[in-house]
């Protein structure tokens, strides 16, 4: 028996990182799990890969019509839906001098829209399930002042905000639903390895180059975070609602270095 075995699960941004992650070890451990992602290529071939039941979806996760459709889609087909990984993100590089509001609302639309969209339109489908688990994708970034990022920052605190009340409302309304967040450091994925020229191209740092290691000294792997949501995907973290699971290898409670 796998630690999901039976259950069905959907993850956004399932082409490639964490996703693709997520969404090989869920079906590995006995889900069938519906990537969607706005990369069909991609999506497809992890899909493939993957083999099985799971199956590929285009979805772009700011589209609520699209959101309607996944789920109503997931509900025929496979006939439940429960496990959400709300795992689409962007970032882009800027400050809060120079950010620009196409930055902000970009950033915002796929990750805050993106969620609260996904939350909103899973509920009452996990609801007649039975009950279900919604992970959301925050970060470290959210826990700190990452100011080069701040438009991702401002809106992995959203994602993180949002994620409490839409715990606090499922128990409220005696909905068998769960929602935590999980809040990884850096982990090696094509989002962390494009950061460097990203902040190059904003004029923030010197550009890199090609053959450079990623931008932080340690990075996790996607596994280490696919691992977290399992657990959090499980019935093993049943009485877990309304958190937030750090996965930084000490990043966020290190003591700063006071120099003598
Ligand atoms: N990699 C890290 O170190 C790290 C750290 C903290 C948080 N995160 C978060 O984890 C998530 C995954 O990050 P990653 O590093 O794997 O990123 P990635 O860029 O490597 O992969 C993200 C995937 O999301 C897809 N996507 C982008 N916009 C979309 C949209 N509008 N609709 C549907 N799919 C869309 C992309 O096509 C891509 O396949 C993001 O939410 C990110 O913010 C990552």
């Known amino acids: 028996?796998?630690?999901?075995?039976?259950?069905?699960?959907?993850?956004?941004?399932?082409?490639?990182?964490?996703?693709?992650?997520?969404?090989?070890?869920?079906?590995?451990?006995?889900?069938?799990?519906?990537?969607?992602?706005?990369?069909?290529?991609?999506?497809?071939?992890?899909?493939?890969?993957?083999?099985?039941?799971?199956?590929?979806?285009?979805?772009?996760v700011r589209d609520e019509d699209g959101w309607r459709a996944l789920i109503?889609?997931?509900?025929?087909?496979?006939?439940?839906?429960?496990?959400?990984?709300?795992?689409?993100?962007?970032?882009?590089?800027?400050?809060?001098?120079?950010t620009t509001m196409d930055n902000w609302r970009f950033v915002m639309a796929v990750s805050a829209d993106g969620t609260f969209l996904g939350c909103k339109h899973a509920i009452p489908a996990m609801?007649?399930?039975?009950?279900?688990?919604?992970?959301?994708?925050?970060?470290?970034?959210?826990?700190g002042g990452h100011h080069t990022v701040f438009s991702y920052v401002a809106a992995k605190g959203a994602v993180e905000a949002l994620t409490r009340a839409v715990a606090v409302h499922c128990t409220q309304t005696k909905t068998p639903v769960r929602c935590n967040s999980i809040h990884p450091a850096g982990m090696d994925t094509p989002m962390v390895r494009g950061m460097g020229k990203k902040m190059a191209d904003a004029g923030m740092a010197p550009p890199r180059p090609a053959d450079a290691p990623p931008p932080l000294t340690a990075?996790?792997?996607?596994?280490?975070?696919?691992?977290?949501?399992?657990?959090?995907?499980?019935?093993?973290?049943?009485?877990?609602?309304?958190?937030?699971?750090?996965?930084?290898?000490?990043?966020?409670?290190?003591?700063?270095?006071v120099p003598a």
């Open 127 to 143: 609801r007649t399930s039975g009950g279900g688990s919604i992970i959301n994708m925050a970060s470290v970034a959210s826990l």
């Open 219 to 257: 990075l996790g792997s996607a596994e280490d975070i696919a691992y977290a949501v399992l657990y959090l995907a499980s019935d093993e973290s049943r009485f877990v609602n309304g958190q937030k699971l750090v996965v930084d290898n000490t990043l966020t409670v290190t003591p700063a270095v």
């Open 1 to 60: 028996m796998g630690r999901v075995e039976g259950k069905v699960a959907i993850v956004t941004g399932a082409a490639k990182g964490l996703g693709e992650a997520d969404a090989r070890l869920l079906a590995r451990e006995g889900a069938t799990v519906i990537l969607t992602d706005v990369d069909e290529v991609n999506g497809r071939r992890v899909t493939a890969d993957i083999g099985g039941p799971s199956r590929f979806v285009r979805q772009d």
């Open 72 to 98: 109503e889609e997931v509900m025929a087909r496979e006939g439940r839906l429960d496990v959400l990984v709300n795992n689409a993100g962007v970032v882009e590089a800027g400050h809060v001098e120079n």
